[in-house]
């Protein structure tokens, strides 16, 4: 199949226009001007984008799919209040729920040209659901437990189900990785443990939470912040009685420190709260960082210094993180947020589009280490990518598809999402053995119930 648009965003080389891509078995076959192609594959079935750019699909190197139901409930609030909330109404969802919320937040995805998901996730909902859907994914099984005496039994647990996950699954778009919960809801020593088993099972992929507000901060430098005990007589939100005794250090060294990034393919989500030398550690590492402005401006967790991590060449990509704090997966709108915030606090350190494109595609690609298969358009890569519709650009006539991307489109100009060389998305219509319209139903009757 020939796949023709006016504009050819391969990311890794120069924009052609007027092109064409050469799609068989999954695969990139061919790349160049149209009329070229046409010529060279004359029986080649052609399909036509017109007046769009033909991309990578989008990398979400940050998200939890099983809570896309929980949309726009938990809203509006700081967020040590919203990270309370979350939990105790998370907490009303069952295993069920959390596939129909997943296969919802899934087909969502692909409607936004998300080819692949990065998801930390505590149940099989995300593996089954973009197993279901054909989406390519990296799921984190996470494990936490904060008394020292159930560390042995909680790592046992997601051992098992890792083990299952790998079992069942049979496509090789999935990967199953393992997470540590968040600082504040695991006991160190299950940092070391995880570590030690991605590192014996093939360098598993590993992610976590790391350094993304400051009341995690000030929890694990001083012990003491919202997320901390104040009375000693119960166990109070995450912390085990006695309570969380102050590091002095930041939430990386700490990380460092219990062995969190003694294996190869570790990546840091947030990183809102470093410092240089928190930088210089996860580069020594290569440990990759998933950045996730949207949800930062959105709960008020702050900033990331992207343009230190940028050039320390640190493996980097963008994530749209919770759907219950940005109620939307839109990673068109993410690269947006993204370049705004930064240009407007590092006047002088000016973030260009092509940056923030090179971090949605092929920067996700090199965070998840996948780079040889995905994230740019070049012949021998796996054949994800997308349409995105510049009918309606506000830069017209244009002169830079790059800037008309990142600058004018979002989630509803995706006009089509193949991942593998299978079309799962095409102008409103999926092409899943899923029903959407069953689906939909199913989600609106748990909302009901979330809302109670």
């Not at 089954?128 to 008394?147: C, F, N, P, Q």
């Not at 504040?184 to 570590?195: D, S």
């Not at 930062?296 to 990509?317: H, I, S, Y």
């Not at 519709?389 to 995706?414: F, R, Y």
Request: with cysteine; net charge negative.
């Amino acid at each position: 199949m020939l796949l023709c648009a006016q504009h050819i965003l391969p990311i890794t080389a120069n924009p052609i226009q007027n092109g064409a891509i050469l799609v068989r078995d999954g695969e990139i076959r061919d790349i160049g001007e149209r009329e070229m192609l046409q010529l060279r594959y004359p029986k080649e079935e052609v399909k036509d984008f017109g007046l769009a750019a033909l991309m990578p699909g989008l990398v979400d190197l940050h998200t939890h799919l099983e809570s896309t139901v929980m949309r726009g409930i938990v809203h509006d609030v700081p967020y040590p209040t919203w990270l309370m909330l979350y939990v105790e109404k998370s907490g009303r969802l069952s295993n069920a729920d959390c596939y129909d919320s997943a296969l919802f937040g899934g087909l969502e995805a692909l409607s936004a040209g998300i080819t692949c998901v990065a998801d930390i996730a505590s149940t099989n909902a995300v593996h089954r659901a973009t197993r279901k859907l054909g989406l390519r994914s990296v799921i984190y099984r996470e494990v936490g437990a904060m008394d020292k005496r159930r560390v042995n039994h909680a790592m046992k647990q997601a051992t098992t189900d890792i083990a299952r996950w790998q079992d069942e699954s049979a496509s090789p778009l999935i990967t199953i990785g393992i997470s540590p919960s968040a600082l504040y809801a695991c006991h160190p020593a299950i940092l070391g443990r995880v570590a030690e088993f991605a590192q014996k099972n093939g360098n598993m992929p590993v992610a976590m939470h790391l350094a993304g507000s400051a009341e995690e901060y000030n929890f694990v430098k001083y012990g003491s912040s919202v997320l901390s005990v104040h009375k000693m007589d119960n166990r109070r939100g995450f912390v085990e009685v006695p309570p969380w005794l102050p590091t002095g250090t930041t939430p990386i060294r700490y990380a460092l420190n219990w062995g969190a990034f003694e294996t190869e393919k570790v990546m840091a989500v947030h990183c809102v709260h470093i410092d240089d030398e928190d930088i210089e550690k996860l580069k020594e590492y290569d440990v990759s960082v998933a950045l996730c402005p949207r949800c930062n401006a959105q709960l008020g967790m702050g900033v990331a210094p992207m343009n230190e991590l940028l050039r320390a060449k640190l493996r980097m990509g963008l994530g749209t993180d919770s759907p219950v704090a940005v109620d939307s997966t839109d990673m068109l709108f993410e690269m947006r947020i993204g370049m705004l915030v930064q240009r407007a606090v590092n006047v002088g350190q000016f973030l260009d589009c092509a940056t923030m494109l090179e971090m949605a595609t092929i920067g996700g690609a090199r965070a998840l280490h996948l780079e040889e298969k995905i994230g740019s358009l070049e012949i021998g890569k796996r054949a994800d990518l997308i349409a995105v519709d510049l009918s309606g650009s506000h830069q017209k006539p244009m002169t830079d598809p790059v800037s008309a991307v990142v600058n004018t489109c979002a989630a509803a100009d995706v006009l089509m999402n193949m991942v593998d060389g299978a079309v799962l998305y095409e102008r409103g219509q999926w092409y899943a053995d899923v029903e959407v319209a069953k689906n939909a139903a199913r989600v609106i009757k748990i909302r009901e119930k979330l809302g109670k």
